[in-house]
């Protein structure tokens, strides 16, 4: 890690959220499931403590009112002492964004949560307009969404941690082929992130990776033609037939399992108490 931490250690640590917590775009796990920035995180807190129940309840293509409804309830039975929350993105990208549902969601889960004794960390996402023009439009929704999350952050004293100016997620290296889900790369440094926060670090920044040479506009032009055909095309059609990527998938992780730094669950034998039913 680039940071000085303050070696903050936690024995119950539930991730809730959409693809972005889920892991979307990140190395396959041995038991089939995407890695992804909060399996980073697991490694490193299992790491600090003589053990670590960690649980995954993010599904991809989830709203926040999914998020809220269908994982904050399973995770306060499961009285964790860290959860995290990212959700709001799918939100902003759906025809229709209503911010005050939104943003009423999230403090209602926000509340039932810290009611609980958990630690929370909060995410306010960052300006896609700083990739792609397309973009602002979205941009503008992003950052209405993100000031009403820093204010339920402060309302209940909530980590926060912020993407919005952070230029390293400019680079188009930390991103998948679908501009939407990050890859590897990108998933390391949101760990990193959210490492700091956890430890108090004011103001964290991650390094970003050394830049590629710039592509050729034709070549441009090809990689923009095959993401329409390939990742923008099936996203409008599941929209207009009302379906989500996440309508047949379950919670990636949906029981506590014992993490240890580098691997993940593969056999029912590492559950241990505390499960929640799908």
């Known amino acids: 890690m680039a940071h000085q931490d303050r070696r903050v250690a936690y024995r119950k640590f539930a991730a809730l959220g959409d693809s972005f917590t889920e892991g979307l775009e990140d190395q396959s796990r041995a038991d089939g499931r995407h890695r992804g920035w909060a399996d980073r995180v697991a490694d490193?807190?299992?790491?600090r403590s003589d053990g670590l129940a960690y649980a995954n309840l993010a599904v991809r293509g989830r709203l926040v009112a999914d998020v809220i409804e269908?994982?904050?309830?399973?995770?306060?039975?499961?009285?964790?002492?860290?959860?995290?929350?990212?959700?709001?993105?799918?939100d902003t990208l759906r025809p229709r964004f209503d911010l005050r549902a939104a943003a009423t969601a999230m403090d209602r889960g926000v509340r039932l949560l810290r009611g609980g004794g958990a630690d929370v960390l909060l995410f306010t996402f960052g300006d896609p307009s700083r990739r792609s023009r397309v973009m602002r439009p979205v941009a503008d929704r992003i950052r209405a969404l993100n000031s009403a999350v820093?204010?339920?952050?402060?309302?209940?004293?909530?980590?926060?941690?912020?993407?919005?100016?952070?230029a390293a997620f400019d680079d188009p290296q930390l991103w998948s082929d679908d501009w939407l889900h990050?890859?590897?790369?990108?998933?390391?440094?949101?760990?990193?992130?959210v490492l700091a926060a956890l430890d108090g670090v004011p103001g964290y920044r991650p390094t970003p990776p050394v830049p590629r040479p710039r592509e050729a506009l034709r070549v441009r032009a090809r990689s923009?033609?095959?993401?329409?055909?390939?990742?923008?095309?099936?996203w409008v059609l599941r929209r207009v037939r009302g379906q989500s990527s996440g309508d047949e998938i379950g919670p990636k992780q949906a029981e506590w399992v014992v993490w240890r730094p580098g691997t993940a669950p593969s056999s029912p034998g590492d559950a241990i108490g505390g499960a929640v039913h799908r």
């Open 44 to 47: 490193r807190l299992a790491a």
């Open 182 to 193: 990050l890859a590897p790369a990108g998933h390391e440094l949101v760990a990193e992130m």
């Open 224 to 234: 923009n033609a095959r993401w329409t055909r390939e990742h923008l095309a099936p």
């Open 70 to 90: 269908e994982q904050v309830p399973r995770a306060v039975a499961m009285t964790p002492d860290l959860v995290t929350l990212g959700a709001g993105v799918n």
């Open 150 to 166: 820093e204010a339920i952050a402060d309302r209940y004293g909530c980590r926060r941690v912020n993407f919005w100016d952070v």
